[in-house]
């Protein structure tokens, strides 16, 4: 397969999975998405515009069941729904056609039922906080008018609403769970990325655009005894005046958790599956060791100090919810740190040590100080990262550093630490070059673990379309899909 058609059907015929996204205005929520299950009844008739191909006018066309596929039915309205979805969220639609969209929301509806089929597990508890965060999304847009909200739905009630928001979260979840276990375990031996690269046709390799090394030096405030001691004693009266006074845990974590990700959902997180861990490992010892209804002890992660609340187990799923509290920072702590950092940039400048020596003896980020303060790639895994594909924060802070030189000193935070100092360099610079299978390795592995997925995914379609219950109604039966939605072979 040529490089440049295996990169464009990744982008262009990706099958379309996604949680439903609250977009600009009322409109852009895509109620058309939902799985339906079919019965017996015939399908109710309902009249829609239809577009012939993406860009042109419309016409009328009566709304009935385009497609089905397993449990689950393609009405004829989805395909505009999806169409307008696009738009709204400004894809650049010039060159696909209809049926290339349609078979997107066909490859959808194939991996939610085989999903369902293998009884792929839905993090309930999650989805509702979905529909519960998208309901309160678009009331914030109408100033809280729910009747205005339920008749431009056409629901006749907020439970109805609701009921179908969680319908299409649900089977967006199990689509999304569906292709990453198709996909999960799939590796590449360096011999097969070997062959890949050589399969390329010479004028056909791929050109990587200039690159930077780029090292940094951090510094962060050091937290006093007490304050740590302070959070602790506040997360254990959360924990007693729930245990003991009936409190709402759920409540507590809305109100104080400085956990920005979890905390409007009343702190809680993705499932957590002992098979498949994703948490840090301190967090993971303290929720599989708990029972259910039971909350933690405040423990210590690299982000703070957390206590946990454990709902429920099923099988391999635990269902917990957290507060996260960070203690508080010290002015004087602060000043000492800043203090310390410029100390160390004048020492590099004036060539009392090394940019690396310093980092190695100075820097408190431990991901970076034994590598002379390197930055990974988080794409990549390796040092380099491509000009035009820079994070904007990060180019914003190196563009016009010359190779060597050292920037200001920096204040910055993330998700671990609230304020910190730090310095950068540039230490290499790779022009714009063709892929060089040496320099470029890792690139190029992920470009072949990428096709050996496309292939993976191919063949589990191939074999679940012809294992499964597909009929393709009306004008859908003059498509020329990749996969054999028709049954033709």
Not at 112 to 132: C, G, K, T
């Amino acid at each position: 397969m040529i490089l440049q058609k295996m990169l464009l059907k990744t982008i262009s015929f990706k099958p379309t999975i996604r949680i439903v996204v609250l977009l600009v205005g009322l409109a852009s929520f895509n109620l058309g998405n939902a799985q339906e299950i079919i019965d017996d009844s015939k399908p109710e008739i309902k009249t829609t515009e239809k577009k012939d191909s993406i860009t042109s006018k419309t016409r009328i066309k009566a709304d009935g069941v385009a497609a089905v596929v397993g449990d689950f039915i393609v009405l004829e309205s989805d395909l505009d729904r999806e169409i307008a979805q696009l738009e709204a969220q400004g894809a650049d639609l010039e060159g696909i056609t209809r049926c290339e969209l349609f078979g997107s929301l066909l490859e959808g509806k194939l991996y939610a039922h085989q999903a369902i089929q293998d009884s792929v597990i839905v993090n309930e508890l999650y989805i509702q906080s979905l529909v519960d965060q998208q309901i309160e999304g678009i009331l914030a847009q109408t100033k809280g008018d729910m009747q205005g909200l339920l008749e431009f739905y056409k629901k006749d009630s907020e439970q109805a609403l609701r009921d179908e928001m969680y319908e299409i979260n649900k089977n967006g979840y199990l689509a999304q769970e569906m292709q990453k276990k198709v996909t999960d375990e799939i590796e590449v031996t360096p011999e097969e990325v070997r062959q890949f690269f050589n399969d390329i046709p010479k004028e056909e390799r791929p050109r990587f655009g200039t690159e930077l090394k780029v090292a940094q030096i951090v510094v962060i405030p050091e937290v006093t005894e007490d304050a740590k001691k302070a959070v602790i004693e506040k997360l254990k009266g959360f924990k007693k005046d729930v245990e003991e006074n009936g409190a709402s845990f759920t409540t507590k974590a809305l109100f104080y958790s400085e956990d920005l990700g979890s905390k409007n959902n009343g702190g809680l997180l993705p499932t957590m599956n002992r098979k498949r861990p994703r948490m840090v490992k301190e967090f993971r010892d303290v929720a599989f060791n708990l029972q259910e209804g039971q909350i933690s002890e405040p423990f210590q992660t690299d982000f703070g100090y957390h206590i946990i609340y454990l709902e429920k187990i099923r099988g391999q799923e635990y269902f917990v919810r957290h507060i996260l509290l960070r203690p508080e920072i010290t002015q004087e702590s602060i000043a000492e740190a800043k203090e310390e950092i410029d100390k160390v940039r004048e020492e590099i400048v004036d060539g009392t040590l090394t940019f690396a020596e310093a980092a190695f003896e100075f820097s408190d980020e431990k991901e970076t100080k034994y590598e002379g303060g390197q930055l990974t790639n988080p794409k990549t895994q390796d040092f380099n990262f491509e000009l035009t594909k820079m994070e904007p924060e990060l180019y914003a802070q190196i563009q016009d550093l010359k190779d060597g030189e050292v920037s200001p000193v920096l204040q910055d935070e993330d998700r671990v630490n609230r304020i910190k100092f730090k310095i950068l360099t540039v230490t290499d610079r790779i022009d714009d070059h063709e892929a060089d299978f040496a320099r470029d390795y890792l690139k190029i592995k992920e470009l072949a673990l990428q096709d050996k997925q496309i292939e993976a995914i191919a063949k589990w379609q191939k074999e679940t379309i012809a294992e499964t219950y597909i009929k393709i109604n009306g004008e859908y039966r003059n498509c020329e899909f990749q996969s054999n939605w028709l049954k033709t072979q």
